[in-house]
């Protein structure tokens, strides 16, 4: 006689039902898709807060996770909590997957904030900015326009920059509206004036034909003034947000003699991501592991990230090269988008759905 199969209790069904799902978003997260949601204003007006994408995995490569004893769907913390959702006792080597192309120069990416060393690196923060330079290229910004390798560089459709708006009178919240200036793109000045704005040169265009309007001007910061913060740290370069570099983007295989300057430029990135035990400079030279180093051979690939919001943007002008081990995924479409500024169905952006990133 065969024995009859014992039925599965609704319990256990919707158990094994919840460790399937999870098991498959698990797997779909890692290996394809990723969601991403817009939090700042550092990507306007190309991409919006609010705005929720997806993150293609596949494109450059899925990535093995460096650390593997972690929660699903999970990042740095357990929902809800300030409970570490990971363990870092087992740490992979970094390994990718073979992907559909490299990153190319223009992409919007998906990283991991290279400077947050307190996680390990496939835990840090996510970011989103667009690769403006790859591996061998030689960018430089003069007077807030970007050049790579000596050429005027692709300039994003809606990029943005900050003004000074002069009126002769004060201004609403609803007039920045009719020119798609969102309450946190606009700020008044003490004294009365005007107003500080982030904006693109087509809303320039326009808000210069309005009656109300005196002036506007581009905020850009004069040469040779060094700008608090700015990339690499603790150096005498007289480099600003505006007017920086030229600076050569490191690869992997690429040799470069450690004269001082190149020592100032590149110290910090040889120290924090090339794996180096003890990274030293000594009177404007290098030592790795004790050793004095004339030439130095870049292990990895790395990447010059900027924001399309160029004046309202903490990028690579700030915190450097974005290492290809922290490369998550390339941005692929938009699937919906919610502006936190209006109510009901007016807060979905109905012309944003399955939108492509460009």
Not at 31 to 48: G, Q, R, V, Y
Not at 271 to 280: F, I, N, P, R
Request: glycine residues 6%; aromatic residues 14%.
């Amino acid at each position: 006689m065969s024995k009859t199969k014992n039925k599965k209790s609704p319990a256990r069904e919707w158990l094994d039902a919840l460790v399937f799902a999870v098991v498959a978003a698990s797997l779909i997260r890692w290996l394809l898709l990723e969601p991403f949601t817009i939090p700042t204003a550092s990507m306007e007006k190309s991409l919006l807060v609010g705005d929720f994408l997806f993150v293609s995995k596949m494109h450059y490569g899925t990535r093995i996770p460096k650390t593997p004893l972690q929660v699903p769907l999970t990042h740095q913390k357990i929902w809800g909590t300030e409970i570490p959702s990971y363990s870092d006792a087992i740490q992979l080597p970094y390994f990718r997957l073979p992907g559909f192309s490299d990153v190319e120069r223009n992409d919007v990416v998906v990283f991991n904030y290279p400077v947050e060393f307190q996680f390990p690196n496939d835990l840090k923060t996510n970011y989103i900015k667009r690769a403006v330079a790859v591996p061998g290229d030689v960018l430089e910004l003069r007077q807030g326009n970007l050049f790579v390798n000596d050429s005027e560089a692709m300039l994003p459709e809606e990029m943005q920059y900050s003004y000074d708006l002069i009126t002769n009178r004060p201004l609403t919240v609803d007039f920045f509206k009719d020119y798609g200036i969102n309450p946190e793109s606009f700020m008044a000045f003490s004294n009365g004036a005007g107003y500080l704005i982030w904006c693109t040169d087509q809303t320039v265009e326009r808000l210069k034909s309005s009656p109300v309007v005196v002036s506007v001007s581009k905020r850009i910061m004069p040469v040779g003034e060094r700008e608090e913060g700015i990339f690499p740290a603790n150096t005498d370069f007289a480099w600003n947000r505006d007017n920086f570099g030229p600076l050569l983007v490191p690869g992997e295989g690429e040799t470069f003699e450690m004269n001082p300057d190149n020592v100032a430029k590149y110290f910090m990135t040889i120290e924090k991501y090339e794996g180096h035990a003890s990274v030293e400079v000594k009177n404007g030279e290098l030592f790795i592991d004790g050793q004095k180093v004339d030439q130095y051979t870049f292990k990895q690939n790395y990447y010059f990230m900027m924001g399309d919001n160029r004046h309202d943007s903490l990028d690579s002008r700030y915190w450097g090269f974005v290492p290809e081990d922290h490369i998550v995924g390339k941005a692929w479409f938009l699937w919906l988008s919610l502006d936190k500024y209006e109510s009901m169905f007016g807060k979905i952006r109905w012309s944003r759905f399955f939108k492509g990133i460009n």
